[in-house]
């Protein structure tokens, strides 16, 4: 009786968190079908009365700048997951499989980094991209995001490597594989979980990030979604365009999720089983 009862109130839990997640989605989802008129009266409704796409069509009539924005994002983001994954399950590799001299001065001085508030260094970062004439560029934005990325995912890979068995390094070894064809083709795929977990974390990450996109992208032109979103402001908040574009903004990381859940529930209930 009392599992059950734990039980009840276990599920119960779960689905009050996951409604207040939702709940500002579906919101913004509804908002979004809404006249500008029915989001600023004083009666509150959840659904929309006489649904519209009004908010969406004014949303691609600026198609241009708005698919500007859009890939903007995509590339920041792509290139800085890509970045990301490769270094970390690199480094994950090196500090879990290869003896060095000052490899745990090192781990200890990346989970220093992990504690550190990373907007404390947001000036140093600005004043290295103008020296540098990085500034509203692609670039001047993925290198932040990744820096700022790779102490914790370089622990995630660590943790993933340490947990794979020296024995098919071994193996690999008297087979004649160098050492980084040994984690090329043998450690990477044994490894694949977490590194859907690094993709998946880095892609919301980066996607969503805000501090450094309106601090080192100022021109139009250079910005990504998440800055160009209050550029849909004009003269007075339009709530029901702003959450047309809040719509379409979260469908990639939605999609992320979706095509890499399979791997992410499997690294999530392997891990569980070997902890």
């Not at 700022?148 to 193996?171: G, H, N």
Request: glycine content about 6%.
């Amino acid at each position: 009786m009392k599992a059950k009862v734990s039980k009840f109130i276990f599920y119960s839990i779960l689905v009050i968190v996951s409604v207040l997640f939702l709940l500002p989605i579906f919101y913004s989802l509804l908002t979004s079908f809404k006249h500008e008129t029915e989001v600023f009266s004083k009666t509150l409704t959840f659904f929309p009365k006489a649904p519209t796409w009004a908010n969406y069509q004014y949303i691609f009539q600026r198609g241009a700048a708005y698919l500007k924005y859009f890939s903007n994002s995509i590339i920041i983001t792509g290139a800085g997951v890509v970045i990301t994954t490769v270094l970390s399950a690199a480094a994950g590799y090196a500090f879990a499989k290869l003896p060095f001299k000052g490899r745990e001065f090192i781990l200890v001085s990346i989970l220093f980094v992990i504690t550190f508030p990373f907007a404390v260094l947001l000036i140093p970062i600005y004043i290295m991209s103008f020296e540098l004439n990085l500034l509203n560029t692609k670039i001047g934005l993925i290198l932040p995001n990744v820096a700022a990325l790779l102490p914790f995912t370089i622990f995630i890979m660590r943790s993933v490597f340490k947990s794979i068995p020296s024995d098919l390094e071994d193996a690999a070894e008297i087979d004649g594989c160098s050492v980084f064809m040994t984690w090329l083709k043998v450690m990477l795929p044994l490894a694949r979980n977490g590194i859907v977990t690094v993709i998946i974390y880095s892609f919301y990450i980066i996607w969503g990030e805000y501090i450094f996109a309106v601090t080192l992208a100022t021109r139009e032109a250079s910005m990504p979604l998440s800055v160009a979103l209050t550029l849909l402001r004009g003269e007075s908040w339009n709530y029901g365009v702003l959450g047309a574009a809040i719509t379409l903004a979260v469908v990639p990381p939605i999609a992320i999720f979706l095509i890499f859940q399979k791997h992410l529930i499997s690294g999530i209930v392997g891990g569980a089983v070997k902890g």
